[in-house]
């Protein structure tokens, strides 16, 4: 089951891999990649909520988790975290995230120019 583009409901988001859609079975293994967000960014609306995620190298919008600000995961700093299928899926998000990341730095550091 893919998830739609209005916003899906927190509980589709902790059952569907995040990276490639299926349905993640009751009884099947569940994996998790926790991302840390910029210290500009607030997302704090989003607390125990599902945020959507921009993957612009893709140009499509995968789903998150916000943990609330007072739980475990956010204490480790995971500020928000994908719901995935498998290890596989998961090698595959991360090495996106990591360009996405790489790309939003080189802007970053190229706003001064003029």
């Not at 995971?78 to 090698?91: A, I, P, R, V």
């Not at 790489?102 to 970053?108: C, D, F, K, V």
């Amino acid at each position: 089951m893919k998830l739609k583009r209005k916003k899906p409901k927190i509980k589709q988001v902790m059952t569907t891999c995040s990276w490639c859609g299926l349905k993640i079975k009751d009884e099947g293994p569940i994996y998790a990649l926790g991302c840390k967000k910029r210290p500009e960014v607030d997302i704090s609306k989003y607390e125990s909520k599902v945020m959507p995620v921009k993957i612009s190298t893709l140009g499509k919008t995968i789903w998150s988790i916000v943990p609330p600000a007072d739980s475990d995961a956010r204490r480790e700093g995971k500020d928000f975290m994908f719901t995935l299928c498998s290890e596989d899926c998961g090698d595959q998000l991360k090495e996106t995230l990591d360009i996405e990341k790489e790309i939003g730095e080189l802007i970053l550091s190229a706003e001064h120019i003029y």
